[in-house]
């Protein structure tokens, strides 16, 4: 099983709030990914990167940002909230072909 | 046109039937193929993996790679409730390049007891 972890797992907040989504890793893998889930659609990738310092936006636009100052910890963050972020949002990490996912967070924002 | 086609079910089948899931992908590039589980309000579980065409079996698992038609599939035998699940296609070119596994939209599979 994969030791890839993230905070919060659920979070109601209103609109225009910044908020940052928490993903770690004890793996010590160079590759991790933020997707965005919607039900009854595929994930989207919003971010990804290569390692420490080495980030890159994906194929779905998104208004988030993050930093990759360790190799363990890829956080996601929205400096202000809107409805349209409602989603659930995966964070991975992968080592060769083996891609592992966490838990998510389902990010409600009203 | 999507990369990679999955019908989205729900599949619904009774305890101890033979399951097929299957994904078509029109990139030509394609070399590795993934599938994932996922249950409710959980991330993605990898289960298998294979490299170009071909079988692999795990248990009672086993992927089916043709290339030629561009075609995935998943067989579970003898499923059990606790395959309820969606079930996710994943697939890339080569890794080494950096390629990025894209994914099906999921079936969503109830295996009824």
Redesign the interface.
Known sequence: EADIY?TPRYLVIGTGKKITLECSQTMGHDKM?WYQQDP????H?IH?S?GVNSTEK?DLSSESTVSRIRTEHFPLTLESARPSHTSQY?C?SRV?????????T?LTVT | QKEVEQDPGPLSVPEGAIVSLNCTYSNSAFQYFMWYRQYSRKGPELLMYTYSSGNKEDGRFTAQVDKSSKYISLFIRDSQPSDSATYLCAMSGYMEYGNKLVFGAGTILRVKS
């Open positions: 993230q990914y009854g659609m595929e994930l990738l990804y290569y994906g995966l991975a060769a072909y083996e891609q592992y996912f966490g838990p998510g389902r």
